[in-house]
């Protein structure tokens, strides 16, 4: 979906925040650390609570319209901050706890990966070899969003070519969005 078109960012969060939430718990049965264990490393002095508040705050803004205490919620500056750069964070979250899990993987979101790390290098430990994946995606942050997620297209079109990924058992070959009927 958010491949084709970028034209909904509020259902893409939405879904993928949905789908990230089950990702995680695949991810806690096969018996490793989720992406949210990282986050906790990271930040020591930050409550469990207060790392699901900022992960949570666009989801539950677009899904509640009352409070735990029954009153309506009042999220219009939360809204007013939702940016659809937050969902290439969203998205990157999900589909690590997937891939995590041992769970077979679309091809698109092992490219999103790669194109992720090229688009936040600096989230990416600086030891790291990026060397093959800044050859996929040269000087990604300096193009406009919308030249980005065609490079991405690009890349997920010749991955789908490429039948060593195609044919590896981590690779989830079917397709990402199914066909409406």
Not at 109 to 131: C, G, L, T
Request: aromatic share 10%; proline share 6%; hydrophobic share 40%.
């Amino acid at each position: 979906m958010f491949l084709r078109r970028n034209h909904d960012p509020v259902s893409i969060h939405c879904l993928a925040m949905a789908g990230g939430e089950i990702a995680e718990g695949l991810a806690k049965k096969a018996g490793v650390a989720p992406f949210l264990d990282h986050i906790t490393a990271t930040f020591p002095d930050r409550k469990i609570e207060d790392i699901r508040n900022i992960q949570r705050q666009f989801y539950n803004a677009f899904k509640h319209m009352f409070a735990r205490d029954g009153k309506e919620r009042q999220d219009q500056d939360v809204l007013e901050r939702f940016d659809a750069a937050v969902n290439d964070h969203t998205l990157f979250h999900g589909w690590y706890d997937l891939m995590l899990s041992g769970t077979s993987t679309p091809v698109e979101a092992q490219v999103f990966h790669a194109w992720y790390f090229a688009k936040y290098r600096e989230k990416v430990n600086p030891d790291a070899d990026m060397s093959g994946i800044m050859d996929t995606f040269p000087n990604l942050p300096a193009l406009p969003a919308r030249r980005q997620l065609d490079r991405l297209r690009d890349v997920i079109r010749k991955a789908k070519k490429n039948s060593a990924i195609m044919q590896d058992p981590l690779t989830d070959r079917r397709p990402l969005v199914l066909p409406m009927n």
